[in-house]
């Protein structure tokens, strides 16, 4: 009988090319171009034995994998999901396995962000396309605060580019230590100092229950008129009602958001209205060299599973 694997979100079409699809002999092979939720998920995965997930997209709570009864493995980019409930896949013996990625496109990112807002690129490029010449005036960014919220793999990388551009870096996490961070350069400061102080505002958090909502009303209440806020992370580390409000009332200058808290964004979602804000669908990971680790992993993985010894469980 043929395995059958339902490869999801492939929304570039893409997942075909990036890794050798043809070593797994006897598999039917599903590339789904969109995104699909509820009840078309459901019948597009059908009695499917292996879904392969991009990052977070899709929620694989009890619920749906009660749904998906021919599951038995699932298999996410990337070794941390907070989508996946992996106490239900165990207890319905789905195995899931992760990938390998690179820390390297999410801080890049982050950066194209920082100097997005601050030297006000997307409303320039609009200007010189409509024949208008210099109507805005950027940020220096050297001599300014960078203010990093989770000094671990990704944010250590932005951290380094900050003290190249001539930024006084300085961090704060719950476990953050002053040695750990005069490593990369950067100084420990409490958090209310930092989001008081700092020019730039970027998070780096994995969400989790405790970091869920970190950035709420008060934090955005502590931040200059004059700063912006940057998340690369997760949607749900900022109350998304008090960014609105504070971006709308100009409490704060600007963001720049590559994830919210409904992906895809809504239409007519209220930040879309915003002329301070710059925004990117997801695309911290989307480069050609995490595609490249991701689907090879991946096809890794299901070999693997195939074989009963399979690798980069998730537990």
């Known amino acids: 009988m043929l395995v059958r694997i339902v490869v999801l979100d492939d929304y570039q079409r893409c997942a075909a090319g990036f890794a050798d699809w043809s070593v797994l002999a006897g598999t039917e092979i599903d590339f789904v171009p969109e995104h699909l939720t509820g009840d078309a ?12 997930a991009m990052r977070e997209r899709v929620a694989f709570d009890a619920a749906l994998l009660d749904r998906l009864g021919g599951l038995r493995l699932l298999v996410t980019t990337g070794m941390v999901n907070a989508s996946i409930d992996l106490d239900a896949a165990r207890e319905r013996s789905v195995t899931v396995c992760g990938t390998r990625g690179l820390a390297s496109p999410a801080a890049e990112l982050t950066w194209a962000l920082i100097h997005a807002v601050t030297r006000h690129v997307p409303r320039s490029d609009a200007d010189v396309r409509a024949g208008r010449w210099q109507r805005t005036i950027g940020t220096d960014l050297a001599g300014a605060r960078l ?3 989770g000094l671990g793999r990704l944010g250590s990388r ?13 961090a704060w996490s719950t476990n953050l230590t002053t040695e750990a961070a005069a490593e990369v350069g950067a100084r420990r400061i409490d958090r209310d100092e930092l989001f008081e102080t700092s020019d730039v505002v970027t998070l780096h958090l994995r969400l989790s229950d405790r970091t869920r909502g970190i950035v709420g009303p008060d934090e955005l209440g502590r931040m200059r008129r004059s700063a912006v806020l940057i998340n690369t992370s997760r949607g749900p580390l900022v109350d998304e009602g008090a960014l609105i409000d504070a971006l709308s009332t100009g409490r704060i200058a600007g963001a ?9 964004l809504p239409d007519g979602h209220p930040l879309a209205r915003l002329d301070n804000v710059v925004l990117t669908p997801h695309l911290g990971y989307v480069t050609t060299g995490s595609y490249e680790i991701f689907y090879r992993d991946a096809v890794e993985d299901i070999d693997a599973w195939r074989s009963g010894s399979p ?5």
Request: glycine content about 12%.
């Open 147 to 149: 203010g990093v919220v």
């Open 256 to 264: 720049g958001l590559d994830v919210f808290d409904h992906e895809p």
């Open 311 to 315: 690798i980069r469980v998730l537990t």
């Open 41 to 52: 998920l459901v019948r597009r995965v059908g009695a499917a034995e292996v879904v392969v």
């Open 158 to 170: 932005v951290a380094t580019v900050g003290l190249a551009f001539g930024m006084d870096v300085v």
